[in-house]
């Protein structure tokens, strides 16, 4: 029997234990969201989604995947349950991070992922039939625990599985592989944990993740470590639909075309045509478009999107903060015109020392430390004003520094 059917077969022997809950996908306020580091301030920052990552090896807890581990389960109730309690939703992202564990990296790790280990995330294993099992069983144990029936546990509704997955050689690593065999093994696993999530809630949405990258795909890499974000859409949605199509959406990270230069508006490289090199902010209605052809269609109707991760660099100049809270201004308001886009969560809540030398956050950093918050940029006082009666006035600095005389420009 084949490892997927095998493990479907599994999760479909569970579902008669227990109906799905039937509680609709909410509708909150707006689409502020963040990545959040700190929920206090998460909190009074006003958000309505907010981005956790969650490493299926670290709930891992014997090297055979026959238990979890209790404890890092319990750290992920204690980021979740704060944030879901008072109506946020949360949206976690599941990711295969290698633990250097060789036992367990046998099972969490795609057989294929480098040998050499030199990779961010890897491709889920896919591909073994202990890879498969253990891949159903996190994401079920995962599922049942974050979608309403245990409360004291918190609730996720969203499920982004993986990360940037078209740009699989750092960020979805299973070695020098075509992008159809890619997408074949991706397809798999979002299958897998949309099976495991609709046993537990008949209405919790599990997302595909996307870089910038729309009709190129990563520069000075090969096509086997890296390809179009475009066609690996296309093909991951031809091969399930040739498996039988079920409800996936879109997680989309449009960074600027150069991530150290805060000014999307003047992304130079993008078009508004289904050609552009990449997708970031100034043409995201790309990405809608593209959603709407009736062949990328579930039941009708459009694959919903979020953006999962994406923030704006801070320039060590003295408009520097302006320039990054006027790009969160624009790209605010492009997304209120695109009616596909849920959520817009921010990444980062403080700027990170080991993160090439971006500086994306509300916060900056404490000298010498990798996230300790030490004081707010400018975008801080901005976010807080997002979705609120005091957000035209307090955004209307940015349009001249964005070279536009109304919002409404944004879709001319």
Partial sequence: ?????????????????????????????????????????????????????????????????SSFNESYAKSLDAQIKPLSDT?????????????????????VVH????????????????????GTAWFGKVMAFMAERWSGAHPEHGRAWGWIIGNEVNSHWLWYNM????????????????????????????NARVYLSFDHHWRISMAGISPQEATPGRNFLDTFARIA???????????????????????????????????TPKVTFKNLEVLCHHLEKPELQFNGKPRRVILSEQGFQTLLKPEGEQ????????????????????????????????????????????????????????????????GTPEWPEASKFALPVAGLKSWDDLTK
């Fill in 111 to 130: 057989p294929k992922a480098r040998a050499d280990g030199k990779y961010n995330i890897a491709a889920f294993n896919t591909a073994t039939p202990e």
């Fill in 323 to 386: 320039l990054q809270a006027a790009a969160y201004a624009y790209a605010w308001e492009k997304c209120q015109r695109l009616p596909l886009v849920d959520a817009f969560i921010y990444h980062r809540h403080v700027d990170h020392a080991h993160e090439g030398g971006l500086r994306l956050g509300l916060w900056r950093n404490a000298p010498n430390s990798v996230a300790t918050p030490h004081s707010k940029k400018q975008l801080y006082d901005l976010f807080i004003k997002a």
């Fill in 241 to 275: 639909k040739e498996r039988g199509d079920f409800d996936w959406n879109v997680a989309h990270h449009p960074y600027p075309e150069d991530l150290g230069n805060p000014r999307v508006w003047a992304d130079k490289s993008v078009t508004f045509d289904d050609n």
């Fill in 175 to 202: 070695g020098l592989a075509s992008m159809e065999e890619v997408a074949s093994e991706h397809e798999k696993a979002v299958r897998i944990a949309h099976q495991a999530i609709r046993q537990a809630s008949a």
């Fill in 1 to 65: 029997m084949m490892p997927i059917l095998r493990a479907l077969l599994c999760l479909a022997s569970l579902s008669a234990l227990a109906t799905p809950d039937p509680t609709p996908f909410p509708q909150p306020p707006n689409i502020k969201g963040l990545q959040v580091q700190m929920v206090d301030d998460a909190l009074k920052l006003g958000i309505h989604h907010a981005g956790i990552n969650v490493s299926i090896g670290a709930l891992m807890k014997s090297p055979d995947g």
């Fill in 87 to 107: 109506g946020i939703l949360v949206y976690l992202i599941v990711l295969a991070y290698p633990t250097n564990n060789a036992e367990k990296d046998a099972i």
